[in-house]
């Protein structure tokens, strides 16, 4: 008995204070009022970064808290103010669901200040005041206990409304790696679009910040510069919207569906016209009468916040590409090497190639994983090629200098045999010592003149390869 009573409290009445802390963090611009008094709105959008606090491009993620600024005209905003206010001040209602203010603070009469400060939002309850409701679409997690602040401000002369809200939040977005790691990234941060006619007609961007409140010199990111941040609005329709995602990233629905997510455009139906052009007839192009989740006179608008950062390259050139190319540099001592020495020149190969081998193990840590070889990835490459190709480089000049050692020992076993006792026939062997040693010299020139070559057209293909892989080549 006394195992189910605990059984109850861990399992029903302990996370109680928890569930009740996570549901009243609510989405950031979590709105209310159903459709704007007076028709659709324009709301100016303002975006100011207070911090990007991490990019994370192991999993296409960034964190970051920004300060959303919407505005927009209307007049019935501070009435209705007044009359929330008051109707919880004197009893009325029980409780204020919408502060007008995150600094939840609103006294009954007593306590109220006199004059301009009797509605400050600090004070005040906006339960009635229509907000608008915007969601976002590329989240990937709202962390808990975050701090969610927000301010609603009411001018009660022009009817103007402020809504101030702080987001923190992490975010997925895709990312291009191919010129790690003077990589430039874009970061998006996706808000739900509105229906023109019964919500907001147009988002207009205005003000921006790449840095807010907190001060100070430096970096505000490990490993990135922020460049820019900027609010882009878009006007477009459903139709056209979900034609694009199931036009490039999918297929339409067969005429067979009766309520099809989007009827697609007008050749959307060639392949079943193909198949059976008769039951095709009545459900594709103008014929095509079935309803559809996506009219195309649904108009919308939407807006997306967009930062533009660069990573900070110089950490990744010290760490990654010196190291490598220092090894390479290494690797042409083997081409200054005698050719006689085969044990060295190979010996010294390998070990710069397992050395190489062990610097990619640690710098590939560092590099992001994508589905193409980034510009680091390919330098690496070359510089394996380029240490590699020094150990058959060897073999063959070893070969060739073998072959002109044999042809001296030759040569000179014919010219002791010609020696004899006259003088023509010592001038002459004399005069065949002297032509033998210049033809040996030339012969025994071909594995100097390869090393040689070998070092510049190593030397030539590593600087070319990383001036080209590190310019976006």
């Known amino acids: 008995m006394l195992l189910r009573w605990w059984l109850l409290f861990v399992l029903v009445v302990y996370p109680l204070p928890r569930w009740g802390v996570l549901l009243q963090m609510q989405p950031p611009i979590t709105g209310q009022g159903g459709f704007p008094p007076g028709g659709a709105k324009e709301v100016h959008v303002s975006a100011m970064l207070e911090r990007l606090l991490a990019v994370d491009d192991e999993n296409y993620q960034f964190e970051s808290i920004l300060y959303l600024?919407?505005?927009?005209?209307?007049?019935?905003?501070?009435?209705?103010?007044?009359?929330?206010?008051?109707?919880?001040?004197?009893?009325?209602?029980?409780?204020?669901?919408?502060?007008?203010?995150?600094?939840?603070?609103?006294?009954?009469?007593?306590?109220?200040?006199?004059?301009?400060?009797?509605?400050?939002?600090?004070?005040?309850?906006?339960?009635?005041?229509?907000?608008?409701?915007?969601?976002?679409?590329?989240?990937?997690?709202?962390?808990?206990?975050?701090?969610?602040?927000?301010?609603?401000?009411?001018?009660?002369?022009?009817?103007?409304?402020?809504?101030?809200?702080?987001?923190?939040?992490?975010?997925?977005?895709?990312?291009?790696?191919?010129?790690?790691?003077?990589?430039?990234?874009?970061?998006?941060?996706?808000?739900?679009?509105?229906?023109?006619?019964?919500t907001i007609s147009r988002f207009v961007p205005a003000a921006k910040a790449t840095r807010f409140l907190v001060r100070g010199e430096g970096d505000v990111v490990s490993g990135w510069w922020i460049d820019s941040i900027d609010v882009r609005t878009r006007n477009f329709t459903l139709k056209d919207e979900l034609d694009y995602w199931m036009e490039n990233y999918g297929a339409f629905s067969p005429g067979s569906d009766p309520y099809p997510l989007s009827k697609g455009p007008q050749g959307a139906c060639a392949e079943e016209l193909l198949i059976d052009a008769t039951a095709a007839a009545t459900t594709c192009g103008e014929n095509d009468t079935r309803p559809s989740a996506s009219p195309p006179a649904a108009q919308l608008t939407s807006f997306d916040i967009v930062i533009s950062i660069h990573r900070i390259w110089r950490y990744y050139v010290l760490n990654i590409c010196v190291p490598v190319l220092l090894l390479v540099a290494l690797s042409l001592i083997t081409f200054i090497i005698p050719a006689e020495s085969l044990d060295a020149r190979i010996a010294l190969n390998i070990t710069l190639f397992l050395s190489l081998t062990a610097l990619q193990f640690v710098v590939n840590d560092q590099l992001p994983k994508s589905s193409y070889p980034t510009a680091v990835t390919k330098l690496v490459l070359v510089c394996y090629c380029c240490v590699a190709y020094g150990v058959p480089e060897t073999i063959v000049v070893f070969a060739l200098t073998n072959m002109a050692k044999q042809e001296a020992a030759r040569q000179s076993i014919a010219a002791e045999s010609l020696k004899g006792g006259g003088g023509d026939e010592g001038e002459s062997s004399n005069m065949s010592i002297a032509l033998k040693f210049v033809k040996r010299k030339k012969f025994e020139r071909i594995p100097l003149i390869i090393d040689m070559a070998s070092l510049v057209t190593v030397f030539f293909t590593v600087t070319l390869s990383t001036i080209l892989i590190l310019s976006g080549y």
């Open 69 to 198: 600024y919407l505005s927009w005209q209307d007049g019935t905003a501070w009435s209705r103010m007044v009359e929330s206010t008051e109707a919880f001040r004197n009893g009325s209602v029980d409780s204020c669901k919408r502060t007008c203010s995150s600094q939840q603070n609103i006294p009954t009469k007593v306590g109220v200040p006199p004059g301009l400060l009797e509605y400050q939002p600090e004070i005040s309850c906006c339960d009635r005041v229509w907000l608008p409701n915007i969601g976002q679409l590329n989240v990937y997690e709202l962390p808990e206990g975050r701090l969610q602040p927000y301010n609603i401000i009411i001018d009660k002369d022009s009817g103007a409304v402020a809504w101030w809200t702080g987001i923190h939040a992490r975010y997925f977005t895709p990312m291009d790696f191919r010129r790690f790691p003077f990589d430039e990234q874009t970061l998006v941060m996706q808000f739900e679009f509105q229906s023109v006619a019964t």
